[in-house]
């Protein structure tokens, strides 16, 4: 577990103001953000790598504030993963293990068994530059995993992949914290990446947390809506088909999503872009979009020529729609209006 | 652009010229008969292992303590550094009589460092130790500068990441950042070796003798002229850029 408590750290004339954040053991936190908001920064002060100005970090209840960074139990995988080029894999990856004196037979089976479970076994003799990007990631992996650590600090470790890696590093982050059940705290600037692995998430901004909980929460703030653009990201699971049309529950709502290359049970991110959204006054009948529900607007915000509107569908479902400013007076929006949104099966996209 | 390549290359080849004929005047200015004749001298022989040794150990000095200076000055910010770089830089500038006359002023038998040191059995003017000094003085920037760069060319998260596995910060300097600066620390020691090898105005101030090689060229050219000074120069010489070329082959080879 690791939990920050009013964080403040001063780089230059750049501040990590007041920070705040927690990960119970076995959540993946991703902190999403844009870049230059101090997310690297935030992980450097976590590993012990920077010094902060005041405020607490502390690991399984044990204050580390002031420990160096041997002495707390964080792991860190940078952006470039950093590894040794005058090791080859094998060392690598045994280095912590040589360190905390086990021996030579020890040290095999442990770095063979890592090695196993990520793939890497037949890499374990080649120096790092004889490696793909892709698996120079999974040796990273291996060696912040070889140790059992407290938890794992990720900065951006996609961002250095080609993007066709991208997605199977992230089913390889998911599959390895499903079996091994890790704590991470994960930064990245990619919300699908944030969607997909996140059992909990924060939204940073110039300097500050500016919200911590579901990702559904944090994509809900105006910061996130700035930095995003007003898509809605809607997180589910598969429960099956029907004429060829997936079924996914989302927080209790089933929403039909023209796509069926998932498995049922599968945890999924659909995006739906805000002007896919109808707004209807009415129920409507016989017509051919397959989403249709009643929701209860909860804010209107100006967007130029157009009007944002929330809304919330049943307990936990919120979506963005635009409509033009006309078409908000013709339906007589306002707060707590009673209405009926609308979308295509093929405008639910999967991330 | 050929026209400027064409000015480049005329203006490049003149330098060239300059820098390679003084080995070519050498070479051709040199009579066998008296190389063999030094070749068999034993004064020459002495003077030369004398060089030899006494430019291993101040590279040797030079690496124990210079080198973590230069991490320090890489890796660190504190009050001070530029002055402390600046000092590092001093002996480039300051001509190599003057070196000499610095350290009889600092070490020498008069003084109280020098008295101090004689105690303990360590004498700086005219000895062993006194070229030692010298050669430590003069070659001092271009190892520290030379290694400094070479830590500061590591990426940071290198070092980072041992310690979050684990390493202590001597543990991560001996097992990570030493190795990864490897290439460095050689070319360093390598420059210092090399400049401690071509020092003499120090040298004819604070320790003329045990007479070095470069001192013993000085005196055979006053006292003999310049056809043994030819003879001895040109084995120093042979002895100088063939073990720098091995050195750098095998640098290279590493590379």
Known sequence: ?351 | MRKVIAVFGLVSAIILIYLTYPFIALLLAANPNIIKEVMGIREALNALVLSLAAATTSTLILLSFGTPLAYLLARHEFRGKGLIESIIDLPLVVPHAVVGIMLLSAFGPRTTLGGLLKSLGLVIADSYWGIVAAFIFVSAPLLIDTVREGFASINIYLEGVARTLGAGPGKTFLTISLPLAARSVFTGSLLAWARAMSEVGALLIIAYYPKTINVLIVEWFNTYGLGYAIALTLVLLSISITTFVILRTVLRWRG
């Not at chain 1, 140790?147 to 998911?174: G, M, N, Q, V, Y």
């Not at chain 1, 995003?228 to 089933?254: A, F, H, P």
């Open chain 1, 1 to 351: 577990m690791i939990k920050v408590t009013n964080l403040n750290v001063r780089v230059g004339p750049f501040k990590l103001k007041n920070i705040s954040l927690m990960a119970g053991s076995g959540d993946y936190l991703v902190v999403l953000g844009p870049s230059g908001v101090g997310k690297t920064i935030l992980l450097e002060c976590l590993a012990g790598l920077r010094k902060v100005e005041s405020g607490k970090i502390f690991v399984n209840d044990v204050d580390v504030t002031k420990e160096p960074p041997e002495r707390r139990g964080l792991v860190f995988v940078p952006q470039n993963y950093a590894l040794w080029p005058h090791m080859s894999v094998y060392g690598n990856i045994g280095y912590p293990l040589k360190l905390r004196g086990m021996g030579k037979e020890e040290i095999r089976l442990r770095v063979e068994e890592i090695a196993e479970k990520l793939g890497i076994a037949d890499l374990l003799h080649r120096r790092p530059s004889a490696l793909s990007g892709g698996e120079q990631q999974r040796v990273a992996l291996a060696r912040a995993l070889v140790t059992k650590p407290k938890a794992i600090l990720l900065d951006e470790p996609t961002a250095a992949l080609h993007p066709s890696l991208r997605s199977s590093a992230w089913r390889l982050l998911k599959s390895l914290h499903k079996r091994l059940g890790f704590t991470a705290v994960h930064v990245t600037h990619d919300v699908a990446e944030a969607s997909y692995l996140a059992t909990k998430a924060a939204f940073m901004w110039e300097g500050k947390i500016v919200k911590e909980g579901a990702l559904e929460e944090i994509l809900s703030t105006k910061e996130a809506s700035t930095y995003l653009g007003d898509t809605n990201y809607l997180r589910g699971v598969v429960k099956g088909t029907e004429n060829e049309v997936m079924l996914v529950d989302i927080g209790g709502k089933v929403l039909r999503v023209a796509d069926h290359n998932f498995n049922i049970g599968e945890e999924i991110t659909l995006a739906l872009r805000p002007e896919d959204i109808v707004l209807l006054k009415e129920q409507p009948h016989a017509v051919s979009a397959m989403n249709i529900m009643p929701a209860v607007i909860t804010g209107i915000e100006a967007r130029g020529a157009l009007v944002l509107i929330k809304a919330k569908i049943g307990k936990s479902l919120r979506l963005k729609a635009y409509v033009t400013k006309a078409s908000a007076d013709h339906l007589g929006i306002k707060e707590k209006t009673k209405i009926y949104m609308m979308f295509k099966a093929s405008a639910l996209k999967p991330v």
